[in-house]
DNA sequence: CTGAAAGCGCTTACAG
DNA sequence: CTGAAAGCGCTTACAG
């Protein structure tokens, strides 16, 4: 069916090895030859047999990418920058969606890497640590984490093997505290925070962080209400019910996440409160039509393109340098505070 | 590295073969020793080798996806949708961006398809008709067309098989009649209309359904205005600029695509015109977050979750009946329109 | 009924 | 310097 390497060297009039030995550069084809053979294959559109070269090589040119929803914008921006990264090293991108649960996630590990379907796994876990992640650490993988480190315990192979895999992800304490100099600013000092869920080090970091943004600038730890969400839309709304039910109403909130932002802003209007008039909010996590929200949200822009290029580069790295020491390739691009018009003076 | 099947065979004291034979179900291997394998081998996490098993039997597990753009929200979940359908049918989805070039669409597609990465792919055609799709026709190659079809000209053997592979989009007829319903009910008579490329079908057809729909309604053809874009969201705010400069200025206006409605609507606010009290508008492409913009925006849905099941099912129907004739599997489940309030009576 | 053997399309060590 | 041959991990037709 598709043209093979075979159909190639009949055509050029040179064996099979050749071809291979032409196409790969390698020295002992002289010039001319490797040239023409090449010229030949381009004009027959060869590709080599993916599964045969990575039988063969144990390399196949693919990354998988499991992250937990593609449909959430962030990661949609995310998925987008690393598939063009990939590409321009020459690397397909394998897709998985993990709605978060970790379960699946470790299935679909299993499935990319046990299977030799990639040669690593650009990973959002969806866990502080799971089995899978264990596996795959004792079997050597190439591991690159984004958007959230894991927690490695103990001294095993495996554990010490994770615990050398690459983190990406962005810095946020500067933006945060930009974020919390705003709020105070405008007289702030009961604040709700609609926080990812604990099990994750971004929901415990990014609530932390905010926390010594805000009682530096004088907020009581007491002022300060924290509700747990787990990522999705509906989970915001109703944290948003929850401080909204509070006895000490906050008069400012920050969504640690994007989807739940926009679900604390939905249960905002639910409740006929006004933005920022009645309350104040910073959201986690930029979008272009952030603008044409009613108020324009102001919020924590991730550096994407910053964050999708270093776990491409970490990952080649990996490849490329299957047998040497792992390398410190963290990577921590910082993210910036985008101001718009749903922060205002705390009402009186 | 990985567990291999002589690893497991060795294991259970058994054949490779054997193996082979009991993860497949063969009725050769009596069920006890089947179970007794399987449940070696999942003990021991076994996954078999992809490009093993893709270079004997010819068939990949994966399937290609060609967007745009998965950054597009539209395409984000439409993709997500897709990863989902995909593995619930045993099927990776290896992500391609052509950022609708037709040339990065072509080269991903011989790089999916002679280099038997995929089964088959489920493509968004950048352009009408590409060198890379006619190569793809020619090898009978699996594909599905989603959003959009192809013009297929000539009785070549390639261009037959173009046009007997399935394209599955969403059916926008009755939504746009009663967005068009929509607008003349509260008044409009003058109309401006952002259109998707007209190189695609999409374009055209949207264009020409909303044309009809108004002119079905009293509007004369003259008071409608269009102008094309390219899908992107700055087309959509240059569009504007070019309708709002009209001599006779629309009082509605249609947002043909999701991100070029963006784009419209930032016109709108950047020209400080109020929606609806000025211009109503419409767009294409709805998102859950369109409730919090100012105004909320009346856009029109598409079925996003039956598009990417019909697309799976589709191709997974091409996978298993390879040898049988191209099924018309065409599928075009309907949009329908969202009603917020971005639409209003026409100013005087 | 079972096991050994061939062969998918590559790459590369090896013999000539 | 060149070509034939081995072998990666599977599946399946075939011999016993």
């Known amino acids: 069916m598709a043209v093979r390497m075979r159909d190639v060297a009949q055509a050029a009039g040179v064996s099979i090895a050749a071809v291979s030995l032409a196409l790969s550069g390698n020295p002992r084809i002289p010039a001319e030859t490797r040239d023409r053979i090449r010229a030949v294959a381009e004009q027959m559109g060869y590709r080599p047999h993916a599964g045969a070269r990575a039988l063969r090589t144990e390399v196949t040119g693919s990354l998988g990418l499991v992250i937990?929803?593609?449909a959430n914008p962030f990661f949609a921006e995310l998925a987008g920058e690393i598939q063009r990264a990939a590409?321009?090293?020459?690397?397909?991108?394998?897709?998985?969606?993990?709605?978060?649960d970790a379960g699946v996630q470790d299935e679909y590990l299993r499935n990319l890497l046990a299977?030799?379907?990639?040669?690593?796994?650009?990973l959002v876990p969806a866990a502080a640590m799971t089995e899978g992640l264990l596996a795959a650490g004792?079997?050597?993988?190439r591991l690159v984490f984004l958007d959230r480190p894991v927690e490695v315990r103990g001294r095993t192979a495996a554990a010490r093997h994770l615990a050398g895999s690459p983190v990406v992800r962005s810095g946020a304490s500067k933006a945060l505290s930009e974020a919390a100099e705003l709020l105070t600013g405008f007289g702030h000092r009961r604040v709700g925070i609609i926080a990812p869920p604990m099990t994750t080090r971004v929901g415990v970091e990014r609530t932390e962080l905010m926390i010594q943004s805000l009682t530096a600038r004088g907020v009581a730890t007491r002022d300060i209400s924290v509700v747990e969400g787990d990522f999705r839309q509906d989970s915001g709304e109703r944290a948003m019910e929850q401080l909204l039910a509070n006895k000490s109403r906050p008069t400012a909130i920050f969504g640690a996440d994007g989807l739940m932002t926009i679900g604390a802003m939905k249960g905002l209007r639910a409740a006929r409160y006004r933005v920022p008039?009645?309350?104040?909010?910073?959201?986690?996590?930029?979008?272009?039509?952030f603008d044409l929200f009613d108020p324009p949200l102001t919020a924590v822009a991730q550096?994407?393109?910053?964050?999708a290029t270093a776990a491409v580069r970490a990952m080649v790295h990996l490849v490329d340098d299957a047998a040497a020491p792992l390398?410190?390739?963290?990577a921590t691009p910082a993210c910036r505070l985008v101001r718009r018009a749903s922060c205002g003076p705390a009402p009186a």
Chains 1, 2 share one sequence.
């Open 138 to 141: 004792k079997a050597k993988a």
């Open 303 to 307: 550096p994407i393109t910053a964050m």
């Open 68 to 70: 937990s929803d593609v």
């Open 327 to 330: 390398p410190a390739a963290d």
């Open 277 to 289: 008039a009645d309350i104040s909010v910073i959201g986690f996590d930029d979008a272009p039509w």
């Open 87 to 100: 590409a321009a090293e020459g690397f397909s991108t394998v897709l998985c969606n993990s709605d978060e």
């Open 115 to 122: 299977g030799s379907r990639v040669d690593g796994v650009i």
